[in-house]
């Protein structure tokens, strides 16, 4: 496939500021260029982040650049919390799914959006922060995309900038989306303390050209079967 479902009401589910525009900015602006209303829930502040380039506290800084970047994309509405960068793994899996599905209560969406199970760059919050949004993808009735990486893409970064990341085959993913990037290049420019030069983000970008690859990790009911 090379399209996006026709969701008018989208949310997406992240662990960190940045997520949204590093790993989600091409996907996430390009449902808002469709019409649909997109949301952003996201657990941490970043606070723990060893990039900081620039002065003042990373908590304070990353909140900001989290509200800049979602004006950049089209984004809605932003839900920060403050769960512990780094820690989302040690938390309780209903403590965290409690907030989510009261978000989710307020926004209703058509469909849920995250990086894949793998947590694509291997950061176990992604992981968890996936995990949550399948349960509330389940049990709202609605589908879920997850973002991914080709795994030739991902050898390459984890080849070249000692990385982790985690990729898929071509025939595992479900829809290869060609993107513009404007959006999410200005995005990322609202997140200086993060955006440093030299960043694998900028040799995964330039790896991912103008294609953008998400898996179904659920389907709504009209959707088909998962």
Do not use: K
Not at 125 to 143: E, I, N
Not at 160 to 186: K, M, N, Y
């Amino acid at each position: 496939m090379s399209a996006l479902p026709e969701w008018g009401s989208v949310l997406a589910i992240v662990a960190h500021p940045d997520d949204e525009s590093f790993g989600l900015g091409a996907v996430l602006s390009a449902f808002a260029d469709s019409g649909a209303r997109v949301h952003v829930l996201c657990f941490t502040r970043g606070e723990a982040s060893t990039l900081h380039a620039v002065t003042g506290d990373l908590a304070t800084l990353r909140a900001d650049e989290l509200r800049s970047a979602a004006a950049q994309l089209g984004i809605v509405d932003v839900r920060l919390l403050a769960f512990p960068d780094g820690g989302l793994a040690g938390i309780d899996h209903g403590v965290l799914l409690a907030d989510a599905l009261a978000y989710a209560e307020e926004v209703e969406p058509d469909g849920l959006i995250a990086f894949d199970p793998s947590g694509v760059t291997g950061h176990p919050d992604h992981r968890a922060a996936t995990a949550v949004a399948a349960q509330v993808s389940t049990m709202r009735a609605v589908g879920m995309l997850g973002w991914t990486v080709p795994d030739s893409v991902a050898r390459a970064l984890n080849s070249e900038c000692g990385s982790s990341f985690s990729g898929h085959a071509p025939g595992d993913i479900d829809i290869t989306l060609t993107v513009d990037r404007t959006h999410q290049r200005a995005a990322v420019d609202c997140h200086p303390s993060q955006a440093v030069p030299g960043s694998v983000l900028w040799r995964r970008l330039d790896l991912l050209g103008q294609h953008e690859h998400l898996r179904w990790l659920h389907h709504a009911r009209e959707e088909g079967p998962s």
